[in-house]
């Protein structure tokens, strides 16, 4: 069984910075059988996602309005993903899930459009908030 446990969420002010880390056990990253994503859902919104990684070739992907300002990786040897985030804005505000996925590309994160990418999930893990006040 696959499970993910996400941390490191909080309240931070506009211009702070905050990592979050996600924990994966039911498989190993060695494996290749899946990528991992980072999501957010806003209050009212629709869970979006934010970035992702290929686990096997590095690949990263980032949406357009986090482009820049976040940065993804993978400690493969301890089965775990990082989402830095700095430069924080009250937009950014929402609760963060990290989720195993069937592939990382360009169509799984937010280009401003309608499509989620949450068709690429295949577990998610429980959430962590982030609040960012400006």
């Known amino acids: 069984e696959v499970q993910l446990v996400e941390s490191g969420g909080g309240s931070v002010q506009t211009g702070g910075s905050l990592r979050l880390s996600c924990v994966v056990s039911g498989f190993t990253f060695y494996d290749d059988d899946y990528d991992i994503g980072w999501f957010r859902q806003a209050p009212g919104k629709e869970r979006k996602g934010v970035s992702c990684?290929?686990?096997?070739?590095?690949?990263?992907y980032y949406g357009d309005s986090v482009k820049g300002r976040f940065t993804i990786s993978a400690n493969n040897a301890e089965n775990t993903v990082y989402l830095q985030m700095d430069s924080l804005e009250p937009e950014d505000t929402a609760v963060y899930y990290c989720?195993?996925?069937?592939?990382?590309?360009?169509?799984?994160?937010?280009?401003?459009?309608?499509?989620?990418?949450?068709?690429?999930?295949?577990?998610w893990g429980q959430g962590t908030q982030v609040t960012v006040s400006s």
């Open positions: 990684i290929g686990l096997s070739d590095g690949d990263t």
């Open positions: 989720a195993t996925t069937h592939g990382c590309g360009p169509a799984l994160v937010d280009d401003g459009g309608t499509y989620t990418g949450t068709d690429y999930v295949a577990d």
